[in-house]
C-alpha cells in the first residue's frame, strides 16, 4: 500500500510539472536600456502592468541620458536592447552597427502642441524668425535630433541658421538661462517646457518636429542583428509587450500619469499638465526616411540607408 501511495504521488508530481505554464518556467532574462524621459513609458508600462511576463520576459532596466550614451553599451553586447532616437540610430547604422529597428516610442504628432521640441523666446522679444539670426540659442547638443530638427524649422520661417548661434545645455538647465538672458532662445521639450510656460514670461513660436516630420519616428527600440537572428522569438515577444504599453498609455492617460510622475521624478504639482507623448505601435519606415533626408541635407548622415530592411518583421 505505501508503495502504491508512493507511486501515485510520484505521479501526480510528474502531472503537476507537465501541467505548468510554460511561461511560468522559462522566463528569458533580456537588459534593456531606457531613457530616464516619459518616452520609455511603453517599456516600463509593459514591466509594471506584467505584459513582459506575461510574454515570459524577465527585464533587467539600465538608464541612459541619451540614444547616442546607449547605442555604444548595446554594440559593446552589455545590454541587448537600446531606446534610441532616429539621428542616434541612422549614425550608428551608417558607422557599422548591425542594428535592428525593433518598435517605435514616441512619435511626433501632427499638429502641436507636442512633447517634442518647441522654440520659445522670452515674451514679445521676437518679431520674426529673422531676428533669431546672430541670436543665441540653447539647445541639448549640437547636431542631436533637436538640432536638426530645429535648423529644418528655422530655414522653413526663412532664417539662416548658420547665423544662429547654437549653445550646447541640458534640457533641465535651459529655462533659467533664456530668462535671465544668457539665452535668447531655447529648443525646449516636456517637462520642462511646461515649467518654463508657468512662468508667463516665455512664449512658443515654433514647433519644429511637428512643422518637418509630422507622425516620424522619433525614438525607437534597437537591437543588434546578430541578437535578433539568435533571440528572433524573444524580440517578438518584446514587441508585443511594448506594444501592448502603447496601447495602455492611449486608453488610460491617468494611470500613465501616475507612472509618468514615478519614472521620470516629476514634481507632482505639474503631473496633469504636462504633455505625454504619442507612442507608435508600428515603425514609421517614411517618417524615418524623412528624418534621414533632413539628415542628408544638414549634413549629419553621408549616405542614404535602407530604413525597411532594418526593421523586425513580425509574423
Not at 549640437?142 to 522653413?156: K, M, P, Q, Y
Not at 537591437?223 to 524573444?234: F, H, I, Q, S, T
Not at 495602455?248 to 494611470?255: I, M, R
Request: charged share 20%.
Amino acid at each position: 500500500m505505501g508503495f502504491v501511495c508512493r507511486a501515485v504521488g510520484a505521479l501526480l508530481v510528474l502531472f503537476g510539472t507537465l501541467a505548468m505554464p510554460v511561461v511560468a518556467s522559462a522566463q528569458t532574462k533580456i537588459r534593456i536600456g531606457l531613457l530616464p524621459f516619459s518616452e520609455s513609458l511603453t517599456a516600463v508600462i509593459a514591466d509594471q502592468q506584467g505584459y513582459f511576463k506575461a510574454e515570459g520576459l524577465e527585464v533587467e532596466i539600465t538608464l541612459f541620458q541619451s540614444g547616442a550614451l546607449a547605442v555604444p553599451v548595446l554594440q559593446s553586447g552589455r545590454i541587448d536592447i537600446a531606446m534610441s532616437n532616429t539621428v542616434a540610430t541612422l549614425q550608428a547604422i551608417e558607422h557599422g552597427l548591425d542594428g535592428v529597428v525593433l518598435a517605435p516610442a514616441a512619435v511626433a504628432r501632427s499638429t502641436p502642441p507636442d512633447t517634442t521640441t518647441a522654440i520659445v523666446v522670452r515674451k514679445d522679444e521676437m518679431k520674426s524668425f529673422k531676428d533669431l539670426e546672430g541670436k543665441r540659442m540653447g539647445v541639448n547638443v549640437i547636431n542631436s535630433t533637436a538640432w536638426l530638427h530645429t535648423v529644418a524649422a528655422l530655414e522653413l520661417h526663412g532664417a539662416d541658421h548658420t547665423k544662429v548661434r547654437f549653445v550646447e545645455v541640458p534640457f533641465p538647465q535651459m529655462n533659467d538661462p533664456l530668462l535671465n538672458g544668457q539665452l535668447d532662445a531655447t529648443t525646449q521639450v516636456e517637462p520642462f517646457r511646461s515649467a518654463l510656460m508657468a512662468t508667463g514670461k516665455a512664449e512658443i513660436i515654433s514647433w519644429p518636429y511637428v512643422e518637418t516630420a509630422p507622425k516620424t519616428d522619433i525614438t525607437q527600440y534597437l537591437a543588434l542583428a546578430p541578437w535578433v537572428e539568435k533571440n528572433r522569438d524573444v524580440a517578438v515577444r518584446f514587441v508585443r509587450a511594448v506594444i501592448k504599453g502603447a496601447e495602455f498609455a492611449k486608453s488610460n492617460e491617468a494611470a500613465t500619469r501616475e507612472i509618468n510622475v514615478t519614472y521620470t521624478k516629476l514634481n507632482p504639482a505639474l503631473k496633469d499638465k504636462v504633455l505625454l507623448p504619442e507612442f507608435g505601435t508600428a515603425v514609421n519606415v517614411p517618417g524615418m526616411a524623412r528624418t534621414m533626408e533632413l539628415m542628408q541635407k544638414y549634413g549629419t548622415l553621408q549616405k542614404p540607408i535602407d530604413i525597411s530592411s532594418r526593421v523586425l518583421v513580425l509574423p
